[in-house]
Structures are given as C-alpha cells and as structure tokens.
C-alpha cells in the first residue's frame, strides 16, 4: 500500500520525525586501533600475507639483533679471551671491551698522546663553525662563512700539523688516524668542493669556447672514472708530475684527489640550480647595469645556491661517505684503523670483526643520516618559503 | 643620441681594451697558455722523474708475459705464458660480469624496494624505508667489508660445509654449485631459443601493426613466453635433456667437482646490489610519484581496469622519468665495482691498477688505461642516454 503524493498532508500519518537524530558512532571495526589495523595492514588478502611475511621476519631479526648488541654481548674483559665462546662457555654477542680499549685509537690513529689536545681543539672548532653555518638563525651568518671557509682552514693545519715557531711541534700526517683524518678529508672535501664547484659551472656556462670546453673536459673526465682510480692518479701519478723536491705527502694527495672529485660532482649540482633561474633575473641584472661578476654574486649565485642547498648536502653525505676509500691507498681513516684493530691477534674472535663493522655502520649513519635530515628539513623550509 | 648608437659608431668610441671581443679572445688565450704551461710542466717534470727512476714508458709492457695467477679468469689465462694484454682482457671481463649480475639483481631490488615505499601497508612501506634509509647511510666499502669479512669468511671450513638439496655447497670458500655439462645435441636447444627470440620479435612488431591498423590487441607477453622459454623446453624434452650435471662431491680436505662461486664476487654481488637497489628504490618510487594522481583518474573515468591503469597509463609516463636517473645508477654501480680491490675479487682495477701497476711500475700508462675504460663506459652510455632523451622527450607544441 503506497502513499500517494497528496495524502502526505492528510494527518494519518502517525509520526513524522521533526529533528535529526545524533549520528552513530562509526563500526567499531573502522575506527580506533582496530580500524587503523584494518586500513594499514590487512585491506586486502595480499596485504595480510605481506603483513604475516614481514611481522614474521621482524620477529626473528629483532631479537636476534638485540641478542647479538646487548643480552649476549661482553661488557668488560682484558682480551680476547672475554669474547671467546670456548673460553667462556656461553653464546658470545657483540664484543664491547675491544672496542673501549681501542676507542682512542678509533679517534685519533696513532696521532702522539701528548698532543691529543690539539685534536680536541680541532674537533671543538670545527663543531663551532658547523653550527654557526647551518643554524639559520644565528648571528652574523657572514662572519660565520669567513670562519668556515678561511681561518679554520689555516687555524686546523697550524694546530694540526704543527707550528714549532709557536710551539707546536710538528705531527707527521703518517700518524695522524681514525675519526680525525675521515672528519679532516671530508672538510677539505666540503670546504674545496663548493667554490671549485662554482666555477666550473659558471665555466660550463660561460659563452666563451675555450672555457667551456675545458670546463666540460674535466668535469666529465672526473665523472666519468671511478674515484678509486681518481685516488690512484693521485696517489702515485701526481708525485711523478711535480719536481722530485717539492713531492706531496700521502694525505695531502688523498686530499687532492677527494676535493677533485668532488669538486666535479658539485659543479654539476650548481649548474642544475643556475640552469633553474629564469632568463629574466640575468636580463633584469644586466639591464640595471651591473657586470657580470656583480650579476653573478648579487643575483644569480644567491638565488641558484639557495635552491640547491638539498643537492649540496646529498653530495656531502656522498662525499663523506666516499672518504672511506682511501683506505685502498694507504691513509689510515676511521675504516681502516677498524681494520687494522678487527686483526690484532690480542683481540681475534670470531665476533670482532661484525663488533667493528658496526660500531664503523653507527658512527657513518649517524653523520649521514644527520645530514639528510638537514637536507629535507631545508627543503621543507624552501618549499614553505615559495608558497604565498 | 640615438642614431649614433644604432650606425654602428661605438666601435669608434672604445678602446679596444675594452671591446668585449677582444678582451674575450684575450682571457681565454691567457687560459689556453695557463694550462698548456701546467701540461708542459707536468709533462716534462714526470720524463725527468721517469728517468731518474729507471722506469721504462710506452706501451711495451702490454705484450710482456705477466706471471701472476688471477683466481677467476672467464677466458683462458696461464701465468707461464700469458701476456698483461692478455690480464687486462680477464680484468675487464670480471668486471663486466660482476657490473652485469649486480645491475640485474640491484634492478630487481630496487624495484620492489621502491614500490613496497609506496605500499598502502604500512608495515612494508616502514621496513621499505627503513632499508633504504639505512644502506644509503652506509658507505659502500663498508657494507663490502661487512659481507667479505664477517659474514662469507666466517662460514664454516670445507668440512663443515652447509650442505643444501640439489648438491649445493656452502663454507668459507665460496659457493659450489653443480656445473651443467652441455652434451653436442644442446646446440639443437640453443638454435630454438635463437629462433624464439626472433619469432617473438617479429611478432610484437606484427602485433604493433595489427593494433595500429584495426584496433585488435594480441597476447604479445603469452606468445614471446611461449616462444622464447616454451620452444627450447620442448626441443629439450624431446631430445631428452641433453644437459648432465657434475655433482659436487665433500671429500675430505675439498669439495671435488661442480662449479665453484668465489666468495669475493659473492660479496661484491650482494654489496654492489644491495647497495645500489637502495638507490634504484628513490629513483622508482620517484619517477611513480611524479605521475600526477589526475592521470590515474582520467584512466578510472574512462573505464579502465586497475591492472591496465598501471600498465598502459602509469608505468609508461613513470618510465619517462625514472630511466635517465637509473642508467645513471647503473654507471654508478659499473664504477663502484672498482671496490673489488678491498676484498681481491680479480676485477680491472685490483689486476690492472693493482698488480701490473706494481709489477711494472709504468703508473702513467698502467692508471690511464684505466681510466681510459670506465670514461668510454660511462661517455658511450650517456650518449645512448641523450639520444633517448631525445626520443622520449615530450613534444610540445
């Protein structure tokens, strides 16, 4: 029996609802934690047997992994014997006495014992300058780049390596080792490979075809090799290009080799950033009259460089990162004096070597990874920046 | 005022100091004498250091005989006789197999790592991120030291060797796999395969035509399948498997027969691919990020099928987008393969760079050749690269 459209008025309708009833909660099955499960981890069948797989796998690593690090590790002993499973009749995890005993030798290499202090001193400079530069609000940023990029420079090799007219003795580099030579060859790195960079972009750019062919001559010779044989090149072929005398010592050649190849690597990061400014900023400087290094410091750079601070920082991380190889030529970085300690008979065990490798893992990823997230976070800050 | 700018009477006007032109030609002549000075130097300093240290130059050496071993060789090499031409040749092969096997499984991982980024799950897309977080954080030669030396150095000895079905070996020497003997009648195997391949080319093409002229789509995956691994199976089947395999045996002191895997290209496969795959998954979850959400919905609004949104309409617009950076990663991975020396896999570097360098002292020509093979790599690859580009690029009006 229907109603038609005209008795609506008539009053036998017995009820005719006047308000909106409250909404109901939604299923407990959509909401929650339990929907939140739904939604995330088992929406379709794949999904559940994705989900199974992966929590499966989880729980075997984890606990193996904290098994390894903390419950069956060592926490104190005197030799190898501590981490020894036939010694000590028990499953043997990390081996942690080695690396305290080795930890000195981990930062400094065999750099003299005496003067550790002045690799302190280089470490605290140098954290100086770092925060100054990358917090964006710190005081008289400019100050701050000359700091960086000038006298600490000249203030770490004095204090480094020596200055006997003010008494500081001289510290061959041979002995230098450890966290101070990854940390000395990645500023050097850093602090080369930026205004290098620079001018080989503007180089590659330049409408002159001499410079620019020389520009894209190196740049694409050094990114196209490996940087073991960059290294190599360096290492043995640059003392037979120099005169017998003025030969280069290993780590200056190391140096010399990284901050080439990085150099190479960030030019073309900068030219990806100058490419990216409009034409119209390059006519409106010349239109106002400026030449073309006014153009290039007062309009271009700051602008082209701003949008690459991210791709700046990747080809950081790459270059930190990249310090480990010279390890192949002989310099004795943070890698190899874990190399070199992972095969002193007084601490072989099976267990050393994994123990060496991860502490080296924890010690890379922590720079890395800080730096990347300083990269998206700058990125973030320049997307914010952009929008109106 | 004006009309003396527009008849051409500045020229008059400046000094030629100051004519663009000339100063222009005048700086980039100072650069050309600049560097041909620091070539001449550089040049005439190594001639007089070369001399002094009795060190021979030119390319002599290449027919020289080598007398070293190299442990894994692709082509035949005796130390007895075999020349450093000869060396070089074995170098760059292992290199070649190593780059080969490492971009095919770091494609592999990359893509599935990349994808699973992009998971709506969020367990996988968290351990995804996870992964790949981690190992780019890690330098390279670590990560190759880590599997080297603490985990294949550290299986077990020959002895103790983890045996797996189908007559597989693991211990610390590597891993020994049963070695397929081909017996003459295979030749009739790999003649359908050949012809498979061609049969499902020609094909496709045939498809691409058909479907051009009247609309009509063909199964091209199925056939190329079917002809490709279906033949040669059957061709096999029929003459009945004319393959044997030489089981390894456990002797006592060694594992006698089979085909043995080094564990230093073991290592360098697993690093070399874990590692890149790390960097492969950015570029793909990259390139499926960069195709806007209104294509998808386009696809969906005019009645396409999720399956065939992915294939036909995403994938090839991501493709676009993730295969300059990926070409790219695998130049990197190419290059990367020199870290063999850390861990004495016989790759060019560590025979080229590392032995012959040592043994003949010729550092000038040994680093150059070198360097002379991976810039024609890399150069020959960026140039399929542009051409490509150019290819795909999209054609705006």
Redesign the interface.
Known sequence: MTIAEGDLAVTEIAFVRRAQIPPQPPPVAMTGALGWLR???L?TPF?IV??II??LL?IWAIPELLKFLLIDAVWSGADRDACREIVQHRPIGACWPFVYERAAYFVYGSYPIPLRWRVNVFFAMLAIGVAWLLWLNAPRRDLGAIYFFVVLPIGSFILLHGFPAIGLPVVDTVLWGGVLVTIVLASVGIVVSLPVGIVLALGRRS?????RL?SVIFI??V???????VL??AS??L??????QYEPDKLLRAMIGIALFASAYMAEVVRAGLQAIPRGQYEGAMAVGLRYPQMMRLIILPQALKITIPNIVNTY?GLF??T??V??IGIFDF?HTI?VA?IDPKWAT?VT??TG?AV??VF??IF??GM?RYARAMEARLAASDKR | MSTDLTTGASTARVAFYNDPKIRSIFYQVVLCVFIAFLVYGAASNAIENLRRAHIASGFGFWNTTAGFDISQTLIPYNADVSTYGRAFWVGLLNTLLVAGLGIFFATIIGFVIGISRLSKNWLVAKVASGYVETLRNIPLLLQLLFWYNAVLKALPIVRESYRFPGGIYLNNRGLILPEPVLQPDFDWVTGAFIIGVVASVSFHFWARRRQMRTGQRAPVFWVSAGLIVGLPAIVAALLGVPVLFDYPEAGRFNIIGGVGVQPEFLALLFGLSIYTGAFIAEVVRAGILAVSRGQTEAAYSLGLRPGPTLRLIVVPQAMRVIIPPLTNQYLNLTKNSSLAVAIGYPDLVQVFTGTVLNQTGQAVEVVAITMAVYLTISLATSLAMNLYNRRMALVER
């Open positions: 939604a995330n981890l929406s999904n994705l989900t992966i929590a989880l409408p002159k075809p001499a410079v020389f694409e010779f990114r196209g090799v490996p940087l073991i044989t190599f090149m043995v072929m003392p037979l290009f120099v005169p017998q991380i990162k990249d480990s190889l390890l192949i890698l190399e992972r099976p070597s994994t490798y080296a893992a890379y990823l890395c990874y990347s």
